[in-house]
């Protein structure tokens, strides 16, 4: 399988509720990443999986958590949505730990109203 | 903490010209350079890096040049053909960091034909 694919591709939900979004790389892509994009900013690293155990992770809350499972798929998963949480979630994926460029998903647009 | 900035939100170029978009940087523990390219309602596209034992980098009509010393790296688009207008993110990734990537805001380039 090639490519990285992001489902859903758009999200409305309401203040406090959770919800999670779903990512599936490429075949022997162990390293994903999760990225934050608000309206005209670039992407926010949120937390990096490396062979399903967190590897890293950006200035986001702990209500934001994630899985990686051995089939190369992931989830984000964000508890009590709050309005600023409204963005573009992008998954990101790549072979290892080397320093290539991600294959980047086209994201979830996530609105929280 | 914006490690990563991109200062020029937008720019505009006439067809065949040269583009050259900006990049500036805050943290020495990056060793690796990265930009990419996004289309709207796609996700960004890895279009050319340079590690940082190296100043240039080319590739077709794309080329990045890095100047450590001023914590400053450019992408240069010759010539610039209308199908380069996008949105233009400038990452930087560091060992000590699993390699995950920060990235600048992004500049919007738009090529007259």
């Known amino acids: 399988e090639t490519g990285v694919t992001q489902s859903p591709t758009h999200l409305i939900k309401t203040r406090g509720q959770q919800v999670t979004l779903r990512c599936s790389s490429q075949?022997?892509?162990?390293?994903v990443s999760w990225y934050q994009q608000a309206l005209g900013q670039g992407p926010q690293f949120i937390f990096q999986?490396?062979?399903?155990?967190?590897?890293g992770r950006g200035n986001f809350p702990p209500r934001f958590s994630g899985l990686q499972f051995p089939n190369y798929s992931s989830e984000l998963n964000v508890n009590a949505l709050e309005l600023d949480d409204s963005a573009l979630y992008l998954c990101?994926?790549?072979?290892?730990?080397?320093?290539?460029?991600?294959?980047f998903g086209s994201g979830t647009r996530l609105t929280v109203v | 903490d914006q490690q990563v900035k991109q200062n020029s939100p937008s720019l505009s170029v006439q067809e065949g010209r040269i583009s050259i978009l900006n990049c500036d940087y805050t943290n020495s523990m990056f060793d690796y350079f990265l930009w990419y390219k996004k289309y709207p309602a796609e996700g960004p596209t890895f279009l050319i890096s340079i590690s940082s034992i190296k100043d240039k980098n080319e590739d077709g009509r794309f080329t990045v040049f890095l100047n450590k010393s001023a914590k400053h790296l450019s992408l240069h688009i010759v010539p610039s053909q209308p199908g380069d207008s996008a949105v233009y993110f400038c990452?930087?990734?560091?060992?000590?960091?699993?390699?995950?990537?920060?990235f600048g805001a992004g500049t919007r380039l738009t090529v007259k034909p």
């Open positions: 999986y490396y062979r399903e155990e967190e590897n």
């Open positions: 990101a994926s790549r072979p290892g730990r080397t320093n290539y460029g991600y294959t």
């Open positions: 075949s022997g892509h162990n390293t």
């Open positions: 990452a930087a990734s560091a060992v000590t960091n699993n390699n995950d990537m920060r």
